[in-house]
């Protein structure tokens, strides 16, 4: 790959094909062009007539679960290649599979249909690096929803770990697809992986996506866990035995991004030093400079001290966090008083390191959270069941005795709405030791509250280092007069 490259990719209704293809079109114009567009999922099934929207920029469709289109069987037919044009610009791949090289270096494998371990044994045959990996089927390693023998196909896996792709996009199963965007996770080798499912369009969930790909190497921080080395579907698994459970790997403080004393900590991002914690702009941030604050606001508050969590309240750590937090809502109350904070952390005795995250939101968008926290929660009960269930309480009262309590004794997912200096609601969820857990749940509320559903992750927020030094000298400024260290 010698240049950046940018796709788009779609999980269409096929009876609102052509709807789909004109705003291909209209994103190829605004921010593209892209390299490839790719149609995944059953884009034009027997008995489907094809589109009649021209397109603007190459792209490319396969067979789905519920076959393909007698006209675009036809065309195949008389073709030798594995990518047949029905129309200009709109490519058919026909099974089982074609790799394609884009322009740009990027090199795609699009599988058509079921792959078959026969058709797998001469994919590794093939020494070309492959960056994408589009298929209909999610990996078994992944299927942790209702049913997986819909969802997962043990072929995938084989695929995946013999790729190793920058990205794998799938649709899941057989009624339009499934969302859902993994943490992305690294591979001994050192490639990093990241696995997006695609909701078909009009479902009401997420079912396009755009993103730049580069030959940048990844610096394998921020990592989930490799499902394809850590979830083995043992008999014993299976019965409810954790012996093969895997431990977590121990992050050192010098290896630790969070850790002052750490080389490789971005100094340049460090608003204020205490004598406990620190306060630094995110990386990634999840709200952006406007016309109404010429920096993010989105900050952290990290201990010093390598410590995964933080129950006490009298703890001379939780106590500097508290003072932060009440010297950073007093400096938006006077400078910015018609934007407010929200603070929200994991607080989990496996944390690689424990921090408190923050962010401003309008006021007028404060009813806007009650609705995204129960809305991701339900979705994170009931879709993935592999997830530990979540169950909320609220607080008006930061001192109220079973807040404390909860606190004391528990893991926990916390945020802090905080609509005045001496004004909060409070939404605590309890958390139970060594079950696994979304940890991008809290970014994943605050995106859906408001209405930022491409910014979920925060390694695709990444900022150019001059911008993140300009956030940074902006905070110090809004804070200045604020500041207690």
Not at 79 to 84: C, D, F, I, N, P
Not at 306 to 320: G, K, L, T
Not at 449 to 454: T, V, Y
């Amino acid at each position: 790959m010698s240049e950046e490259t940018k796709i788009l990719v779609f999980n269409p209704s096929p009876e609102n094909l052509d709807k789909v293809l004109a705003k291909a079109n209209s994103q190829n114009e605004k921010l593209g062009p892209f390299a490839a567009t790719v149609l995944m999922g059953d884009v034009i099934p027997a008995d489907m007539p094809l589109p009649s929207t021209k397109l603007l920029e190459g792209t490319y469709f396969a067979k789905g679960y519920k076959g393909i289109s007698e006209k675009v069987e036809e065309e195949a037919l008389d073709s030798s290649s594995s990518l047949v044009d029905v129309a200009e610009n709109f490519t058919y791949v026909k099974p089982p599979y074609s790799i394609i090289k884009l322009v740009t270096g990027t090199t795609m494998l699009i599988v058509s249909g079921e792959l078959s371990k026969g058709s797998l044994e001469k994919l590794t045959q093939i020494k070309a690096k492959i960056d994408l990996i589009f298929t209909f089927k999610w990996p078994l390693a992944l299927s942790f929803v209702n049913s997986i023998s819909e969802v997962g196909d043990a072929t995938i896996d084989e695929l995946v770990k013999f790729v190793k792709p920058k990205y794998h996009f799938a649709v899941g199963n057989n009624d339009g697809g499934i969302f859902h965007e993994n943490e992305p996770f690294a591979w001994p080798s050192g490639e990093v992986t990241r696995f997006i499912s695609l909701a078909q369009e009009g479902s009401g969930d997420k079912w396009f996506y755009a993103f730049t790909i580069t030959d940048e190497k990844e610096n394998g921080t921020n990592m989930g866990r490799n499902p394809f080395l850590t979830n083995k579907r043992s008999n014993e698994d299976r019965k409810g035995g954790n012996d093969s459970m895997k431990k977590a790997k121990v992050v050192t403080p010098d290896q630790c991004f969070f850790c002052l004393s750490n080389p490789k900590t971005e100094t340049h991002m460090i608003v204020s030093i205490g004598s406990q914690t620190y306060l630094t702009v995110a990386k990634g941030p999840l709200t952006r400079s406007n016309k109404d604050l010429s920096f993010s606001g989105h900050g952290i508050i990290i201990p010093i001290s390598h410590i995964a969590s933080v129950n006490d309240r009298n703890n001379p750590i939780r106590q500097e966090i508290d003072k932060f937090q009440q010297t950073l809502v007093k400096a938006f109350a006077d400078q910015k008083p018609y934007l407010k904070l929200i603070f929200f952390e994991l607080n989990r005795h496996d944390n690689v390191h424990h921090n408190v995250q923050f962010l401003p939101v309008y006021e007028s968008q404060l009813d806007k959270f009650p609705k995204s926290l129960e809305f991701r929660t339900r979705t994170n009960n009931e879709k993935f069941k592999r997830n530990q269930s979540l169950e909320f309480d609220e607080f008006s009262n930061a001192n109220d005795p079973k807040l404390e309590a909860i606190e004391k004794e528990n893991d926990y997912i916390k945020f802090t709405i905080c609509i005045s200096e001496t004004e909060s609601h409070i939404y605590i969820a309890k958390l139970t030791k060594g079950k696994p857990l979304d940890i991008q749940f809290p970014r994943r509320v605050l995106a859906h509250m408001l209405n930022l559903p491409d910014r979920v992750q925060w390694d695709k927020c990444q900022q150019p280092k001059i911008k993140e030094m300009a956030d940074c000298e902006e905070f110090k400024q809004f804070y200045r007069n604020y500041d207690f260290t």
